[in-house]
């Protein structure tokens, strides 16, 4: 997931089943925090710490 920072909503922008992940097409020159949340037969975790970026 991806949001604007410093508060714009959460935006899933990718799936993956295996790791790594590569996210292509994301913009540039602004500051996201990017998350992810992990899914498996019990359901959906709690989302991993934000780690910020600026492109």
């Known amino acids: 997931m991806r949001r604007e920072r410093p508060a714009g909503p959460w ?12 996210l292509t097409d994301q913009p540039r020159s602004r500051e996201f925090g990017y998350r992810i949340i ?5 359901g959906e975790a709690e989302p991993g710490n934000t780690v910020v970026v600026v492109l």
Not at 15 to 22: D, H, N, R, S
Not at 38 to 42: D, G, S
């Open 11 to 22: 935006q899933d922008v990718g799936t993956a089943v295996e790791m790594p992940v590569t």
């Open 38 to 42: 992990t899914v498996n037969e019990a």
